[in-house]
Structure formats: C-alpha cells, structure tokens
C-alpha cells in the first residue's frame, strides 16, 4: 500500500488549509484512516481517525485542536482529507496519514502498519 499526503504549505495564522492523503496500490475490503502530526522535537501524536464508511470519526482530546481539524473521505477517489482551519502556530508539524486494514478507530501509531511520508505544515504568526 502507498499513502501520499499532499496540501501542506506555509500559512499565516487564522488561515485555512485542506491535506489530501492518497491510497493506492493494495487494497483492502476496508480500512480505517488515521492522521497524526509530528511537531519540530517531539513525538508524533493522534490527530483523527475516520472509519472505512465515514460514518464514524474520532478527534484527538485536545483542546488546541478540538473544533477546528475535520476528517473527511472520497472512497471513490481512494483520498482522505484533514480540514484545518483557524491555524495557529502550534499547528505547525510534519502531518502523516496511515491506515490500517478493518472498520476500527484507534489513536496509537502502533496500531496504523502503513504509513505516508507525511506533509509539512508550517503557521506563521
């Protein structure tokens, strides 16, 4: 399986930004989806997560992202996306996509065995 995160970019804060991770390659009767980011210096953590129908999602319990990231899908188009909006500097990161095979949410990276080579987001104040 390949992941291609794309839609990174530098912004100014309060800006809006749409990340688009593409699937191809191996195919799963259906997977789950996961977006993590990587801050300059620390460890990768949970963004969001969405099921292989959409119709569950799952946001990291955080109050510096809660609100504001939305988890989208296009099973036609094999794409996952990551709405940002109201960016703020600490939302600067190197931004992953990774899936695993089943309908299950989870939030660990161990438990996500394909991962993309991520998407850098830079906000400036």
């Known amino acids: 399986v390949q992941l291609q995160a794309s839609g990174g970019g530098l912004v100014q804060a309060g800006d809006s930004l749409r990340l688009s991770c593409a699937a191809s390659?191996?195919?799963?009767?259906?997977?789950?989806v996961g977006w993590f980011r990587q801050a300059p210096g620390k460890e990768r953590v949970f963004v969001a997560a969405?099921?292989?129908?959409?119709?569950?999602?799952?946001?990291a319990d955080s109050h510096s992202m809660k609100g504001r990231f939305t988890i989208s899908r296009d099973n036609a188009k094999d794409t996952i996306y990551l709405q940002m909006s109201t960016l703020k500097p600490e939302d600067t990161a190197i931004y992953y996509c990774?899936?695993?095979?089943?309908?299950?949410?989870?939030?660990?990276?161990?438990?996500?065995?394909?991962w993309g080579q991520g998407t850098l987001v830079t906000v400036s104040s």
């Open positions: 990774a899936i695993r095979e089943g309908t299950y949410l989870y939030t660990t990276t161990e438990s996500y065995p394909w």
């Open positions: 390659g191996r195919t799963f009767g259906s997977y789950a």
């Open positions: 969405i099921s292989w129908s959409g119709a569950s999602t799952y946001y």
